[in-house]
């Protein structure tokens, strides 16, 4: 019989260096149509029983599920803190929620798997378990328990339908906040029973407030070219800003310019680069699908047809890179693999 995988510590896939993680910030920009919905639900006594929070990478989900975590283990579902969901710092929930260590809150993601020592590729089934000993628990002196589950699209089948049978007979005064950069690809069985909110890209002038918090470091022009390379994601920001975040954003972004041509040795020369560089690879893989994505969506608004061909696309490198990642492949093969494929999906559908 096969032994049964376990993960025995999560890792904090999303905390930037030398930035604070989305638990601890308490600071939430461009934002308020979506935060103003939440308050209404939560002060008014309404609820739902789940909310699935969407949108780009790096754009504010997680900071989100944590205020909304922060204003119901201090208060619960009632009027009695302020319109913004705003917590003290020196409130005890906020605290304990920035220290990682409020028993009303569990966090679900991907961790590491003990006998590989590597970083998983999905949120198993094993993760998702512990919501049963975790609602079992008497609650705490809010009497509310609240699950994020970050990302929502890193679940496989059998995680996703353990997570359903909750969702289908939810314990009461419990919250469950499922994050989504994709939520085309969780079942409609889930996104049915969740309430969605959509946050999008940051405007530039709230990019810019942001980056003056978060980068007060750079010069105004730094920040002004630092948000366009983002689009409106403060985390895409961080990222950029740190070691050789900018380089492999123009790396990614002449990677779909030049998809009909592609040049080989310019292809194997990045290839060695990102050899050098720490998660290389895998930056230079969240980026190309940043930059996709955000093609796809201006080209599909403009009403250019054949947008199916490349979303498939999209999807075919997603797979590609989280598989390198997780099974330690070759970085060179899966670059070229992503160039062809952006090559024959282009003479298909032409440029993106």
């Given at each position: ?11 904090e ?39 699935m929070?969407?949108?780009?990478p ?60 590597r970083?998983?590729?999905e ?11 975790f ?41 469950l ?11 409609p ?15 530039d ?40 975040g ?18 080989l040795q ?14 290389g ?9 940043q ?60 440029l993106?």
């Amino acid at each position: 019989m096969a032994k049964r995988t376990r993960v025995q510590e999560t890792v904090e896939t999303d905390r930037v260096h030398g930035a604070p993680h989305p638990r601890e910030t308490v600071r939430l920009t461009g934002h308020d149509a979506a935060l103003s919905v939440v308050s209404r639900a939560l002060r008014g006594q309404r609820p739902p029983q789940a909310w699935m929070i969407c949108g780009p990478p790096g754009v504010g989900k997680a900071t989100l599920a944590y205020r909304i975590a922060r204003y119901l283990l201090a208060y619960g579902a009632t009027d009695r803190g302020p319109a913004d969901l705003g917590v003290p710092p020196r409130d005890a929930a906020s605290v304990q929620v920035a220290a990682g260590s409020h028993p009303g809150l569990l966090v679900l993601k991907r961790g590491i798997n003990p006998e590989t020592g590597r970083l998983t590729n999905e949120l198993i089934v094993e993760e998702m378990r512990r919501l049963a000993s975790f609602f079992g628990m008497t609650s705490g002196a809010g009497g509310w328990r609240v699950v994020i589950i970050d990302t929502a699209d890193d679940m496989n089948a059998h995680s996703a339908n353990a997570l359903l049978k909750f969702l289908e007979e939810p314990p009461s005064r419990a919250m469950l906040l499922l994050l989504s950069n994709t939520p085309g690809r969780l079942l409609p069985t889930i996104r049915s029973r969740c309430q969605r909110l959509d946050l999008r890209p940051l405007s530039d002038a709230d990019m810019q407030t942001e980056l003056e918090n978060l980068l007060p470091e750079l010069d105004a022009g730094e920040r002004k070219a630092l948000a366009k390379l983002a689009g409106g994601s403060p985390g895409a920001a961080l990222r950029l800003a740190s070691g050789d975040g900018i380089a492999l954003a123009e790396e990614a972004s002449r990677l779909v310019d030049r998809a009909g041509e592609p040049d080989l040795q310019a292809l194997f020369s990045l290839a060695d680069k990102l050899g050098r560089i720490t998660d290389g690879l895998d930056m230079l893989g969240e980026f190309l699908l940043q930059v996709l994505t955000d093609r796809i969506r201006a080209r599909a608004l403009a009403g250019q047809p054949q947008m199916n061909k490349w979303v498939e696309a999209l999807e075919r490198l997603r797979r590609s890179f989280a598989r390198t990642g997780a099974l330690h492949l070759d970085p060179r093969q899966t670059l070229l693999s992503a160039a062809r494929d952006l090559s024959a999906t282009s003479r298909r559908a032409g440029l993106v």
